[in-house]
T-cell receptor, first 113, second 118 residues
Framework: AQSVTQLDSHVSVSEGTPVLLRCNYS??????LFWYVQHPNKGLQLLLK??????LVKGINGFEAEFKKSETSFHLTKPSAHMSDAAEYFC???????????FGSGTKLNVKP | NAGVTQTPKFQVLKTGQSMTLQCAQDMNHNSMYWYRQDPGMGLRLIYYSASEGTTDKGEVPNGYNVSRLNKREFSLRLESAAPSQTSVYFC?????????????????FGDGTRLSIL
C-alpha cells in the first residue's frame, strides 16, 4: 500500500535562511512524486514533479527536491526563504499502475522578517 | 487563460438544503476531481472522473453525487446538506498520461468554494 508522511505540520524560518520541508513515502513500485503549494484562499499550484528522469528536480520559485529511493524520501528545499514563500505545502505520491494518488497532510511554512 | 473555474466562491446553506457546486476547465483535460479540505486533514478525494462519461468514488463520497456533464464540466451535488459537510471544496483537472494513466499527471486546481452549513 502507498502512503505519504509529511514529518512537520509547521515549519518556521527567517527570511533569507534555508527551507527544508520533509516528505517520506511508502511505495511498492516506482512512484511519481509531486510537491504543491497553496497560498491563503487559493487552490494548489504545482511546484515540481519527479517521474524517474533525474533524482534532483528543480521547480518554480527556486524550490527543488531530491528523490532518495534508499531513504524513501522526497524532501523540498530552497536555499533562501522569501516572505512570499509563506504558504502550505503538500507532498503527493502516485502509483500509475493502479491510477491512485495520495496527499500528505501538509506543512505550513511561516517566514519571519 | 482561466484554467479551472469554480462557482460559487462562497455559500451558506441551512441543514437539509441542496446545492450544486460547478466546475469547468478550459485545458481540454480528460480527468477531473473533487476534493474537500478541512483543517489538519489535508485534501480528501470525494469523487473523480477519469474521462468523459465515467465517474468513480474517492475516499469520502458519502452525501455527495457528481455529474460529468461534458469534457469541460464536472459538478458536485449535495442532496441534503449536513453541518459535517462544512468545508472548502476544490475542483481539479489533469491530462491523460501514457496508456490511459492519470495519477502521474500534475493536477490543476480551482480557487475553491467555501461552504458553510448551519
Amino acid at each position: 500500500a502507498q502512503s505519504v508522511t509529511q514529518l512537520d505540520s509547521h515549519v518556521s524560518v527567517s527570511e533569507g535562511t534555508p527551507v527544508l520541508l520533509r516528505c517520506n513515502y511508502s511505495s511498492s513500485y516506482s512512484p511519481s512524486l509531486f510537491w504543491y503549494v497553496q497560498h491563503p484562499n487559493k487552490g494548489l499550484q504545482l511546484l515540481l514533479k519527479y517521474t524517474s528522469a533525474a533524482t534532483l528536480v528543480k521547480g518554480i520559485n527556486g524550490f527543488e527536491a531530491e528523490f532518495k529511493k534508499s531513504e524513501t524520501s522526497f524532501h523540498l528545499t530552497k536555499p533562501s526563504a522569501h516572505m512570499s514563500d509563506a504558504a502550505e505545502y503538500f507532498c503527493v505520491v502516485s502509483d500509475s499502475n493502479f491510477n491512485k494518488f495520495y496527499f500528505g497532510s501538509g506543512t505550513k511554512l511561516n517566514v519571519k522578517p | 487563460n482561466a484554467g479551472v473555474t469554480q462557482t460559487p466562491k462562497f455559500q451558506v446553506l441551512k441543514t437539509g438544503q441542496s446545492m450544486t457546486l460547478q466546475c469547468a476547465q478550459d485545458m481540454n483535460h480528460n480527468s477531473m476531481y473533487w476534493y474537500r479540505q478541512d483543517p489538519g486533514m489535508g485534501l480528501r478525494l470525494i469523487y473523480y472522473s477519469a474521462s468523459e462519461g465515467t465517474t468513480d468514488k474517492g475516499e469520502v463520497p458519502n452525501g455527495y453525487n457528481v455529474s460529468r456533464l461534458n469534457k469541460r464540466e464536472f459538478s458536485l451535488r449535495l442532496e441534503s446538506a449536513a453541518p459535517s459537510q462544512t468545508s472548502v471544496y476544490f475542483c481539479a483537472s489533469s491530462e491523460e498520461g501514457a496508456q490511459g494513466s492519470y495519477s502521474n499527471q500534475p493536477q490543476h486546481f480551482g480557487d475553491g468554494t467555501r461552504l458553510s452549513i448551519l
